[in-house]
T-cell receptor
């Protein structure tokens, strides 16, 4: 079974631009979560989607948004990019939601904001 | 206070010895606990999950959970150089969803 895939793998943008990242979960997985990883802040939870609905959201500004499609694929959008948005963005999928569900991570999208 | 705390290390352990990684969490209602391993430049991969108090063993890895003390640990027996990585402790704070809070990670180095 193929793992979680994320596109693009690398991205360079300039301040003020917007960016859309894509995540395809493992086949059959319906829950997708997004994380931001930076050297200073570590791995931080952005949001979680299940059945096209956002179920949980972390402490990020409204510039960060996401959505999930009926095939469970998910996109994350960041508008008005800031230098501090440079990070590794990780997507993780799990079969369903719930405290005991294991999340499987994709390879990540490395975003550099200049 | 951070929700999930780990000693950042680096923790240096000789090959063949036991590596002990520790983590504390603040949300007493947390139910699910995970250890992930992350090699430099790679994404995290699950090592162990634990949901009940006590020990859970899987090969060379043992996870220990003490909910009363809000403490979870990971022991790695017979440490190998390939175990050198950053180990992330993660806690799901929502029993009905997936809202996983990660610690900042402990960098483990196994010296030959």
């Amino acid at each position: 079974k193929a793992g979680v895939t994320q596109t693009p793998r690398y991205l360079i943008k300039t301040r003020g631009q917007q960016v859309t990242l894509s995540c395809s979960p493992i086949s059959g997985h319906r829950s997708v979560s997004w994380y931001q990883q930076t050297p200073g802040q570590g791995l931080q939870f952005l949001f979680e989607y299940f059945s096209e609905t956002q179920r949980n959201k972390g402490n990020f500004p409204g510039r960060f948004s996401g959505r999930q499609f009926s095939n469970s694929r998910s996109e994350m959008n960041v508008s008005t990019l800031e230098l501090g948005d440079s990070a590794l963005y990780l997507c993780a999928s799990s079969p369903t939601v719930g405290g005991e569900e294991t999340q499987y991570f994709g390879p990540g999208t490395r975003l550099l904001v200049l | 206070q951070k929700e999930v705390e780990q000693n950042s290390g680096p923790l240096s352990v000789p090959e063949g010895a036991i590596a002990s990684l520790n983590c504390t969490y603040s949300d007493r209602g947390s139910q699910s606990f995970f250890w992930y391993r992350q090699y430099s430049g790679k994404s995290p991969e699950l090592i162990m999950s634990i949901y009940s108090n006590g020990d859970k063993e899987d090969g060379r890895f043992t996870a220990q959970l003490n909910k009363a003390s809000q403490y979870v640990s990971l022991l790695i027996r017979d440490s190998q150089p390939s175990d050198s990585a950053t180990y992330l402790c993660a806690v799901n704070t929502d029993s009905s969803a997936s809202k996983i809070i990660f610690g900042s990670g402990t960098r483990l180095s196994i010296r030959p």
